[in-house]
């Protein structure tokens, strides 16, 4: 049970397990799909991704359940993508050894960014299943083909888990949610940007996921300017200034899912090019929306007289 305390947007403890429906659906249909679809089951990759899945939503559970230390779960983090990179998936450049190694950080990074972000009902089940849904359907179009049903079963996973923690939450994905679909996204992100056929198709990922990476690192600068301790827990993301400025969670969360499909939809356009100013007007076109995201609670803050944050 999650119970609430002075940072939590529910007021009644709520069950945290959602996350084990999720992630169990997907992994057992995922077999079925890859077969019916002609593509492998047993690959290294999926052995090796499988295993990365099973051992972080296992700590994930369990820390669920005990409240381990945070150097537990980001010890199974740095293992996990390890086991993504060992198995192949990974950035092939600036050099063999960067790319494996900058393909951790991201997995890493990704997988906690996700985990942040999943404060209000809704937010991160409706981005990621928007995201993977644009994958799902742009996958052909990049030249990743491979990715289609994986990213369509993900999708409808968790369309399947949102009518039980949205707009009224009686249940929420919890740890093995979160971080599972965090990991799972980050994988996603690697593959296209490996395999993709477009000049600039590795910005889909990314760009799919702008909204949440773009929230973490406003408010890890944010906190460092402000000498704040990053790992204490706290309620100063952006979307949670919103939330408490008084708008609505399910307003705060489909402006969310509209920003991770403008993501998706920058991407489209700008995959296919290569040329210096349409890769300028792509970082504005994901940019600019951020920065009246930002505005937009920073003022509500001021008006609202909410408190520190």
Same mark, same amino acid.
């Given at each position: 049970?999650?119970?609430?305390?002075?940072?939590?947007?529910?007021?009644?403890?709520?069950?945290?397990?959602?996350?084990?429906?999720?992630?169990?659906?997907?992994?057992?249909?995922?077999?079925?799909?890859?077969?019916?679809?002609?593509?492998?089951?047993?690959?290294?990759?999926?052995?090796?991704?499988?295993?990365?899945?099973?051992?972080?939503?296992?700590?994930?559970?369990?820390?669920?359940?005990?409240q381990w230390h945070p150097g537990l779960k980001?010890?199974?983090?740095?293992?996990?993508?390890?086991? $993504?990179?060992? @198995?192949? *998936?990974?950035?092939? %450049?600036?050099?063999? &050894? =960067? /790319?494996? #190694?900058?393909?951790?950080?991201?997995?890493?990074?990704?997988?906690?960014?996700?985990?942040?972000?999943?404060?209000?009902?809704?937010?991160?089940?409706?981005?990621?299943?928007?995201?993977?849904?644009?994958?799902?359907?742009?996958?052909?179009?990049?030249?990743?083909?491979?990715?289609?049903?994986?990213?369509?079963?993900?999708?409808?996973?968790?369309?399947?888990?949102?009518?039980?923690?949205?707009?009224?939450?009686? $249940?929420?994905? @919890?740890? *093995?949610?979160?971080? %599972?679909?965090?990991? &799972? =996204? /980050?994988? #996603?992100?690697?593959?296209?940007?490996?395999?993709?056929?477009?000049?600039?198709?590795?910005?889909?990922?990314?760009?799919?996921?702008?909204?949440?990476?773009?929230?973490?690192?406003?408010?890890?600068?944010?906190?460092?300017?402000?000498?704040?301790?990053?790992?204490?827990?706290?309620?100063?993301?952006?979307?949670?200034?919103?939330?408490?400025?008084?708008?609505?969670?399910?307003?705060?969360?489909?402006?969310?899912?509209?920003?991770?499909?403008?993501?998706?939809?920058?991407?489209?356009?700008?995959?296919?090019?290569?040329?210096?100013?349409?890769?300028?007007?792509?970082?504005?076109?994901?940019?600019?929306?951020?920065?009246?995201?930002?505005?937009?609670?920073?003022?509500?803050?001021?008006?609202?007289?909410?408190?520190?944050?």
């Amino acid at each position: 049970m999650d119970h609430p305390d002075h940072r939590s947007a529910h007021a009644t403890p709520t069950p945290k397990g959602g996350g084990i429906g999720v992630m169990v659906a997907f992994g057992l249909f995922f077999p079925v799909l890859q077969g019916v679809a002609g593509q492998p089951v047993f690959s290294f990759p999926c052995l090796m991704a499988a295993g990365a899945l099973v051992l972080l939503c296992g700590v994930s559970w369990l820390d669920d359940l005990y409240q381990w230390h945070p150097g537990l779960k980001f010890a199974a983090q740095t293992i996990a993508a390890c086991l $993504i990179v060992a @198995g192949g *998936v990974h950035l092939t %450049g600036p050099t063999p &050894l =960067a /790319g494996a #190694a900058l393909s951790v950080l991201w997995l890493v990074f990704i997988t906690n960014a996700v985990n942040f972000m999943d404060g209000l009902n809704g937010l991160i089940a409706g981005c990621l299943a928007c995201a993977a849904l644009c994958v799902g359907l742009a996958a052909p179009f990049f030249g990743v083909p491979a990715l289609q049903w994986p990213a369509l079963l993900l999708s409808a996973c968790l369309v399947g888990f949102l009518p039980f923690n949205f707009p009224h939450a009686r $249940i929420f994905l @919890g740890d *093995v949610g979160s971080q %599972g679909c965090g990991l &799972l =996204a /980050g994988i #996603a992100s690697l593959y296209i940007a490996s395999h993709t056929i477009l000049p600039r198709g590795g910005i889909l990922g990314p760009a799919l996921l702008f909204p949440l990476v773009y929230d973490v690192l406003f408010t890890l600068i944010r906190r460092l300017y402000m000498r704040q301790t990053l790992v204490q827990a706290h309620r100063g993301h952006l979307y949670q200034i919103i939330y408490r400025s008084a708008v609505a969670v399910p307003v705060v969360s489909l402006l969310e899912w509209g920003l991770t499909l403008w993501g998706g939809g920058v991407a489209c356009l700008v995959a296919p090019t290569t040329g210096f100013w349409s890769g300028m007007a792509g970082a504005a076109l994901l940019i600019l929306p951020q920065l009246a995201w930002t505005l937009w609670g920073v003022l509500r803050a001021r008006q609202r007289a909410i408190g520190p944050w």
